[in-house]
């Protein structure tokens, strides 16, 4: 029962104490269960290569558990195994190799090298009880006498102007005479002359009066004569400076500043910033917190309000500038009556400060900029709908609100086709352009042929067709420009009704590509102002091409519900126009020729 009863009560102690330990049994001895606490992490050693080291064993750092002294009297014995990479089981330590030495609960490795480094078992056991723990050492290498990224073994803050004494650590565990040691100093890596406001005393080194220049790493190498060897040592100390000890050390609450304005939005998120200076206090706890109505936030338990631990802003010196915020979900009216304080306390003092609150309506910004960015999603959807279908937006919008201007004007065509008479020009606008316009769209098509009006006056025939037609489309070619011929004639007809105020329109179709600079003078003075519709061969075919859409919006707008059944009703309207205007014959001749 009682050895229970202690077992448990080591357990505690020791893991209170930061043994990283998983407990195992684990049997050494084949009579006696072994205790085994683990490795010791904490108690970790490093050394350089060449140079002593000793491990302390770990179980005597709690000296109610175990104490050396008593171990002594009681049956205890205290034994070092070593556990290696190489070497699965724990072997005993060689005592009698001459670097080895055992001195109380120390084991010394005088001097170490990397074979040495590995996993240290130290074991206190009698006949009926064991128990054991790990402590690791680390052998390392160094390329010069002093590095200056060494691992301080200590850290120090010394404050400006004040004095101070560094003693080399670990010195005192070296029992050893006087004359037989010698300590070596360095500051950063170099081994100065320690004069004016420092200087060597003895073993230890002197700080006078504390400066900036003099923090940094200082590092201390103690060597010893032992059976006719030298062995050495090396220690460091990080030193930092600190502002200097004087003044008033109470917090001092930058914000809320007595004359500081918190706006807050009610029916949103606020957010309260506390900025506090805290002058340097050696390793004491200096508080930073928000209260509402004097309650802190955990008293007040309210979900709404949260405040996260504070975070360091800037250190100087040792003095550090901490904030800390307060959120407050939902800030009501009520809110705003509340008296929302920051306070700061250290050993020295305790300041308080309010934040004055003033509030703005509620501007819903995330559902503006929501609704901003809908709208301006929406605005470029449209301008890429737009420039990828204008010309069905426009065929769309035009029969929707266009106007038929057969009703409005006493034209017996839509449109008369000019065109060169040379075979390939012909072929394209008889089976082609004519088919499509009449039996596709449902146009009424003039094309007028020379040969077909025998007797007549072309001059007069032309003009009179033309006049005739709501809409002039002449095919542009190299023969077009030839003067003299029908289609220039037709063209000069077309541009002299359209420039004095006739209510045709030309449009000009390029079948295939014409140079610039051959074009009739007529013909370039009208391409500024009139539309080129190219017919870019295959591709303009199908009646979904672009050449189609863009003809059809430059002819008179035609109210087709259906496709595929315009022309039953066109004729129709084509026979009802013949039958309703004079000048019949001839049209219907024109119409019939071209057909030919
Ligand atoms: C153990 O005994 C030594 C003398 O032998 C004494 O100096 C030391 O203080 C003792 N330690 C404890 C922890 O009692
Ligand atoms: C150990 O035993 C000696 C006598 O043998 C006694 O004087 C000493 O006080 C004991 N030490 C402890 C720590 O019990
Ligand atoms: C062995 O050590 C344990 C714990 O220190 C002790 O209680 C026990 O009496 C010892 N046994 C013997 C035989 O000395
Ligand atoms: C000294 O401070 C460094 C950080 O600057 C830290 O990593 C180290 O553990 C400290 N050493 C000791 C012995 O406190
Ligand atoms: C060690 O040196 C101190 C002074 O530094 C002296 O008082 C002491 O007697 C010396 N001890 C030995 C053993 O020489
Ligand atoms: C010494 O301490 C200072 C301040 O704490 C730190 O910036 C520096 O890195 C430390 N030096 C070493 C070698 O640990
Ligand atoms: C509180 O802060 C003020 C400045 O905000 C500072 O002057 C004062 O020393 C601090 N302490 C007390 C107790 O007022
Ligand atoms: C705030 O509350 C504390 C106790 O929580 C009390 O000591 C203190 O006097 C109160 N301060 C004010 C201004 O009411
Ligand atoms: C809040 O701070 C003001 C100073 O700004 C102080 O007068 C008041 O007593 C403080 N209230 C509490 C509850 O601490």
Not at 183 to 206: A, P
Not at 239 to 254: M, W, Y
Request: glycine share 6%; proline share 4%; with cysteine.
């Amino acid at each position: 029962m009682m050895p229970l009863v202690v077992t448990l009560l080591c357990l505690c102690i020791l893991k209170m104490g930061g043994f990283s330990a998983s407990v195992t049994q684990a049997s050494v001895q084949s009579d006696v269960q072994c205790l085994d606490w683990g490795v010791w992490s904490e108690g970790a050693v490093q050394v350089y290569d060449g140079e002593v080291a000793w491990l302390y064993c770990p179980l005597f750092s709690h000296p109610t558990l175990y104490s050396y002294n008593q171990t002594q009297n009681s049956s205890l014995s205290l034994l070092w195994y070593r556990h290696t990479r190489t070497h699965e089981l724990e072997q005993p330590i060689n005592l009698k190799l001459h670097t080895l030495h055992k001195d109380r609960e120390y084991l010394w490795i005088q001097p170490a090298t990397a074979q040495d480094a590995g996993l240290y078992i130290c074991m206190l056991r009698n006949i009926s009880s064991c128990v054991k723990i790990g402590v690791e050492l680390e052998v390392i290498q160094r390329d010069k006498e002093c590095d200056p990224g060494t691992r301080p073994h200590l850290n120090l803050t010394i404050p400006m102007q004040s004095d101070r004494t560094l003693e080399c650590p670990d010195l005192k565990t070296l029992t050893l005479p006087n004359s037989t040691y010698s300590v070596t100093w360095y500051h950063l890596c170099r081994s100065e002359l320690f004069i004016g406001n420092r200087e060597l005393k003895g073993d230890d080194l002197v700080i006078y009066r504390m400066y900036t220049p003099y923090a940094g790493l200082y590092t201390c190498v103690v060597s010893y004569q032992m059976n006719g060897r030298t062995l050495q040592f090396t220690r460091a100390i990080n030193i930092t400076a600190v502002v200097a000890n004087v003044g008033s050390k109470v917090p001092d609450i930058l914000n809320p500043a007595s004359d500081q304005i918190y706006t807050v939005t009610l029916g949103d998120k606020a957010t309260l910033s506390c900025r506090v200076h805290l002058p340097h206090l050696f390793k004491e706890k200096q508080e930073i917190w928000w209260t509402i109505d004097n309650k802190t936030v955990e008293q007040l338990a309210d979900p709404r309000f949260s405040s996260p631990e504070a975070t360091l802003l800037s250190e100087y010196f040792g003095d550090e500038t901490k904030e800390r915020l307060l959120h407050v979900m939902d800030f009501s009216a009520d809110d705003l009556q509340k008296e929302f304080n920051c306070s700061a306390r250290n050993s020295r003092g305790f300041n308080t400060s309010r934040a004055i609150l003033k509030s703005q309506p509620y501007v819903p910004t995330l559902e503006l900029g929501c609704g901003l960015g809908v709208t301006l999603a929406l605005m470029l959807m449209m301008f890429v709908v737009y420039h990828v279908f204008w010309l069905e937006l426009l065929l769309l919008y035009r029969s929707w609100f266009g106007s038929d201007e057969r009703y409005t004007d006493d034209k017996q065509y839509d449109v008369y086709i000019s065109y060169a008479r040379n075979s390939e020009e012909e072929e394209f606008v008889l089976s082609t352009l004519r088919r499509v316009l009449e039996t596709e769209f449902g146009y009424s098509v003039c094309i007028f042929d020379r040969d077909s009006l025998p007797g007549g006056t072309i001059t007069d025939d032309t003009l009179r067709f033309v006049g005739q037609s709501r809409r002039l489309a002449v095919v542009v070619s190299p023969c077009s420009t030839v003067r003299g011929t029908q289609a220039l004639l037709e063209l000069q007809a077309g541009l002299t009704s359209m420039l004095h105020g006739g209510s045709l329109r030309v449009v000009l179709i390029q079948f295939k590509p014409v140079r610039w600079k051959s074009w009739v003078k007529e013909l370039r003075q009208a391409r500024l102002a009139l539309t080129l519709i190219r017919w870019q061969g295959e591709k303009s075919a199908p009646l979904s091409s672009r050449f189609w859409k863009q003809l059809q919006l430059e002819l008179p707008m035609r109210r087709t519900t259906d496709k595929h059944m315009p022309l039953p009703d066109i004729t129709q309207h084509t026979h009802h126009a013949e039958n309703t205007h004079p000048g019949k014959e001839k049209l219907i001749d024109c119409y019939s020729t071209s057909a030919l």
